[in-house]
C-alpha cells in the first residue's frame, strides 16, 4: 500500500506546483511584456469589437484543431466581454463620438494533445503548443494599432505528469496573456494632442 501511495502523492505535488497561482500570474505578466506595444494608448477607444476567432486553413480544416480554437474563442469572450462592457461604462467620451478598437485573435499555429492520447502515449506525444495574432484595428481608419504574436508550449514531460492538464492549461495561458496585454495597455493614457 505504501508504495502506491508515495507516487499518488509525488504526482499531487507535481502537478500542485505547476499550477501555481503566484508563478501563473508572473509569467502571464511577463509574456504581456515582452509584446511588443500598440501605436496608441488603448485607453483611447471607449468601444470595443471583439470578433470571432478567426483561424489558419490548417486549424480551421483539422476537426480537432477547430474544436480546440473554439474552446479558446470561449475563454477569451469570458475573461474579455465583461472588461470591454466596464471600459466602455467608464469612458468619458461621449457615446456617439467615441472611437472603436476592434479586436480580431487569430490562431496560427495549434497543437494541443488530447487527454486520451496523453494517458495511452504519455510524454510520447509530443508538446502542445499555440500561437495566436492579437489584430487591434481603428474602426474608423481601418489602421491597425497591434498585432502581438501570443504563444506558449507544454513540454511533453509536464503533459505526461500532470495526466494532461499541463496541455490543457494552455488555453487559459493564452487566454490570460491576451487579457492581460489589453490591460497593461488600457492603463497608458493617450498623449495630449497639440493646438
Given at each position: ?116 492520447l496523453r494517458a495511452i502515449a504519455g510524454a510520447w506525444a509530443g ?69
Amino acid at each position: 500500500m505504501k508504495r502506491l501511495v508515495i507516487p499518488v502523492v509525488v504526482i499531487a505535488v507535481l502537478a500542485g506546483c505547476a499550477s501555481d497561482p503566484g508563478r501563473r500570474d508572473r509569467i502571464i505578466k511577463e509574456q504581456s511584456e515582452r509584446l511588443p506595444a500598440p501605436t496608441v494608448p488603448l485607453s483611447s477607444y471607449a468601444k470595443f469589437d471583439l470578433k470571432p476567432i478567426a483561424m489558419v486553413e490548417s486549424v480551421g480544416n483539422d476537426e480537432a484543431k477547430a474544436a480546440v480554437a473554439k474552446d479558446l474563442e470561449r475563454r477569451m469572450q469570458e475573461r474579455m466581454q465583461p472588461m470591454f462592457a466596464q471600459w466602455s461604462a467608464d469612458s468619458s467620451s461621449a457615446a456617439s463620438t467615441a472611437k472603436m478598437l476592434i479586436v480580431q485573435p487569430r490562431v496560427t499555429r495549434l497543437r494541443v494533445v488530447s487527454g486520451g492520447l496523453r494517458a495511452i502515449a504519455g510524454a510520447w506525444a509530443g508538446e502542445s503548443s499555440i500561437a495566436m495574432d492579437l489584430e487591434l484595428r481603428d474602426a474608423g481608419t481601418g489602421a491597425i494599432v497591434a498585432n502581438p504574436s501570443i504563444s506558449r508550449s507544454a513540454d511533453a514531460a509536464a503533459g505526461a505528469w500532470s495526466f494532461g492538464a499541463a496541455d490543457q492549461n494552455l488555453l487559459s495561458y493564452i487566454a490570460d496573456i491576451a487579457c492581460q496585454y489589453l490591460q497593461d495597455h488600457r492603463a497608458q493614457k493617450p498623449r495630449a494632442e497639440k493646438p
